[in-house]
């Protein structure tokens, strides 16, 4: 008796664990992509920030906008976007919530425009660092527009796309 006891609690643990197992796979699938969807600007650029080896960063303001990227701050709704601190590598990064599309398109023209002068600039400056180029972006989805400059240009892709 003893036996079939231990047997029973055991198929019993098994079709409990199975069915445990089927449920929360479901719906951490699902709660990821709308968590994915939902995170701000700053939260995926702090995600990336943990993920991806970068030199000293420094966190950018509104008041940069204008100077860095020729984006005006009435442009957008939110942003988070980072660069390296010292200038002496090209690494930097960023998610940008436009107001609509219009300045959406706007501003992925001015990230791309950054990119080509960061080109410039770092071929002469620090050659050694120009295979960050060769992968980086610029990515436009709806309102919302994200670039890297950076050692993992996919990784960083995933993370902030």
Partial sequence: MKKITIIMAGIISCAMLAGCGNTASSGSESSASESAASKTPAEKTAELLAAVEFPSMVELTSDDLSARYSIEPDEISGFSAYICGSGAM????????????????EIKTAL???IEKQRDTYADYTPGEMYKFDDCFVKQNGTTVIYAICADNSAAEDILG
């Fill in 90 to 105: 090209p690494d930097e990064f960023g998610v940008f919530e436009a107001v609509d599309e219009d300045n959406a398109a």
């Fill in 112 to 114: 791309e425009e950054r």
